[in-house]
């Protein structure tokens, strides 16, 4: 597995199945965006990538402090894990926030990442004001020829949407195997501070 922050990226050259999303704590929900990626990229002789943020988009634009479940390289680790050959990054802030959905789709996702098949979660946003969703997506990936694969919720059985900030709740309550079974893993060691940590103040 290959780590890049994009100003840094190489010229891609192979085309890719790009899956897209903040990926924090690398949940069942993401485990399934990166299974369904790898499956394209094997169905249609793609590299599987993936593109990220190195810290999740709330917690600079968000009023509340969000704590970062699974810092770039760890997160990286985890995707490699799970069959991803390339993770690119960029560093969310204000000028990243301010693309619109135009140029993140022809600029970044086609001519940059190469992407010829995009798999995403079924509320995943892009662009400026977050203007884009999974129907917008579908009509630039149609008009352009690209793939989508639109991954559906992932819950517990007992209907519990596994999502970042579900696992943040189960560890602010100290509820180790309710964070464990959405992570689908053990705790890592940060996650282990942050539930011993200052939630527990």
């Not at 940059?112 to 098949?117: D, F, I």
Request: glycine share 8%; net charge negative; aromatic share 8%.
């Amino acid at each position: 597995m290959q780590l890049f922050d994009l100003q840094a990226l190489p010229r891609v050259r192979e085309p890719a199945a790009v899956c897209l999303g903040t990926f924090d704590g690398v949940h069942r929900g993401h485990q399934a965006l990166l299974d369904a990626t790898v499956a394209a990229a094997r169905q249609h002789g793609l590299t599987a990538c993936a593109y990220t943020f190195d810290v999740p988009p709330a917690a600079v634009l968000g009023h509340t402090p969000t704590e970062v479940l699974t810092p770039i390289a760890e997160k990286a680790a985890l995707m490699g894990a799970y069959g991803i050959d390339t993770v690119v990054y960029s560093h969310f802030d204000a000028a990243v926030a301010a693309h619109e959905a135009e140029w993140f789709f022809e600029e970044l996702l086609l001519e940059r990442l190469r992407a010829r098949h995009i798999v995403i979660g079924f509320h995943y946003h892009f662009g400026r004001f977050a203007r884009g969703d999974a129907e917008l997506m579908r009509s630039f990936c149609e008009k352009k020829g690209v793939g989508l694969t639109v991954v559906p919720p992932v819950c517990l059985p007992d209907g519990t949407l596994i999502s970042s900030s579900a696992i943040r709740d189960a560890l602010h309550r100290g509820d180790r195997r309710l964070a464990e079974t959405m992570l689908n893993r053990p705790l890592s060691q940060r996650e282990e501070v942050l539930l011993g940590g200052r939630y527990n103040e």
